[in-house]
């Protein structure tokens, strides 16, 4: 185990203090050739010189051979990556007391300090020697060992990506691990270039994790920023309940503000448009479509429906959500007729197979979904419709179709509530903001005001000429 590892262990401050001749020097922090207590008087030119220079911790160990004491080399443990004087200094501070209680507990250069290593990642106690934690060539007096309590030292950053890892996979659907996954290597993959990897878990700070966030945000966008400080989160809300941290600090940093890209709504015009060429070009993908349309499925819970979830008889379909149980919905009778005789197929089969109904299609979710995309694509690019429509378009178009004809009859409140159960909405707050999102209510015709205001206008104008 490194030496900087071993420094950066939370250990106890309750140590002996030995009036025998020191084995080591204090250890002492090289702060760019400059004076850190009058810091706020230098210039800023001497204040980015101290900067530019590498600071770090140094000692000296007395050599067993010589008995004289001899310089060691200098640890940096990545606190030159660090920009501002305040956080190198409490750092190197941290590093400083960590490496004065190692050598009171006995860590020497010259020797074997596995046995050391092996206690400070356990939970126990030190024994340590006097002789072994000072040099004298006097006879030690007193024999007995010290006994020192040590706390449960923090595990590694691999350690603690590789637990999270194997919890997640049996807390998250298999799509969202995925993505977990993806997004967690992603930073795992940062934290080695940046060359803070080889430390324990307690070393990553708020102001790291910032660092990599800024970084996601400049490569790519708010959006995806945003959803690596989410599982970012996740991972030491993890750590934080099994008590590998003590806090979730990633859950303290802001959410940025992001435009969410928007699937339009179709005009009636071209919905029929079309629902019309799909009859002849794709008729699979027409009632692909048509779950989407009639039971505001979105195109992955399409995909995850099998033959045994379509009960033709009681007219229900079981749809497997995302993380919730599974939602109950009826088969309306304008899609009960657009579907083929089931009752020949194998109940375990995929409703939508690659070409056809009840097919085996060993192949993930994701993987299903951007199949029916991409052959959706072709008719978007016959249309010479852009990214702003999609498969999910469908869903909000025939959401918005039915919420105005609800309101034709109904008020604003009773043509919600009758709307919620169709959409699966779990709040009417949500569905609310959805109908905003979608522009699903609009105003009535407010010409005659405005006619009004024209007409009051122009009489004035004419009394005052």
């Not at 298999?174 to 324990?200: A, D, T």
């Not at 979730?248 to 435009?259: G, H, M, Q, R, T």
């Not at 448009?273 to 499925?297: G, M, P, R, V």
């Amino acid at each position: 185990m490194l030496l900087n590892s071993l420094l950066l262990q939370d250990v106890y401050e309750n140590v002996h203090v030995f009036t025998m001749k020191l084995n080591y020097s204090e250890p002492k922090i090289y702060t760019g050739g400059v004076d850190i207590s009058i810091w706020s008087k230098l210039s800023s030119q001497e204040k980015k010189e101290a900067l530019s220079r590498p600071w770090y911790i140094y000692y000296s160990f007395r050599d067993p051979k010589t008995e004289k004491l001899v310089r060691q080399p200098n640890i940096k443990a990545g606190v030159n990556k660090l920009k501002t004087k305040r956080d190198r200094y409490e750092f190197l501070r941290t590093m400083q007391q960590s490496l004065l209680k190692l050598l009171e507990y006995g860590f020497n250069p010259y020797k074997d300090n596995s046995a050391l290593e092996k206690v400070m990642f356990s939970k126990g106690t030190i024994t340590v020697n006097k002789e072994s934690a000072r040099y004298t060539q006097e006879e030690v007096k007193e024999k007995e060992p010290i006994v020192i309590p040590i706390e449960e030292i923090s595990i590694s950053i691999s350690e603690a990506i590789k637990l999270t890892l194997e919890l997640k996979v049996n807390m998250m659907n298999k799509n969202s691990f995925v993505q977990y996954k993806s997004r967690v290597g992603l930073f795992e993959k940062w934290l080695i270039e940046k060359e803070y990897y080889k430390n324990p878990i307690t070393f990553i700070t708020k102001k790291i994790v910032i660092d990599y966030l800024n970084e996601v945000l400049k490569r790519t966008s708010a959006r995806n920023r945003n959803n690596s400080r989410t599982d970012i989160a996740s991972m030491f809300q993890l750590l934080e309940d099994n008590e590998v941290v003590q806090d979730n600090f990633v859950k303290k940093i802001p959410v940025l503000k992001s435009v969410p890209k928007r699937n339009k709504t179709y005009t009636p015009k071209l919905e029929k448009e079309i629902y019309k060429y799909l009859e002849q070009a794709d008729s699979h993908l027409l009632l692909f479509i048509k779950f989407i349309s009639y039971n505001f499925l979105r195109p992955i819970e399409v995909c995850r429906l099998r033959i045994e979830d379509v009960d033709i008889d009681d007219r229900k379909l079981y749809v497997k959500a995302k993380n919730k149980p599974v939602k109950v919905k009826i088969i309306l009778e304008i899609l009960l007729n657009d579907l083929p005789d089931l009752s020949n197929k194998d109940p375990k089969s995929f409703l939508f197979g690659r070409f056809g109904i009840g097919e085996n299609w060993e192949a993930e979710e994701t993987n299903k979904r951007n199949e029916f995309s991409k052959r959706f694509k072709k008719i978007k690019d016959h249309f010479e419709l852009g990214t702003e429509f999609g498969m999910y378009s469908f869903r909000h178009t025939f959401i918005t179709k039915l919420y105005r004809k609800f309101r034709e009859r109904m008020s604003k409140h009773e043509a919600k509530s009758n709307l919620m159960p169709i959409t699966g909405h779990g709040t009417m707050v949500a569905l609310e903001k959805y109908l905003r999102d979608i522009d699903a209510e609009l105003p009535e015709d407010y010409s005659n005001m405005l006619y009004d205001n024209l007409k009051n206008e122009k009489e004035r104008i004419n009394e005052r000429g």
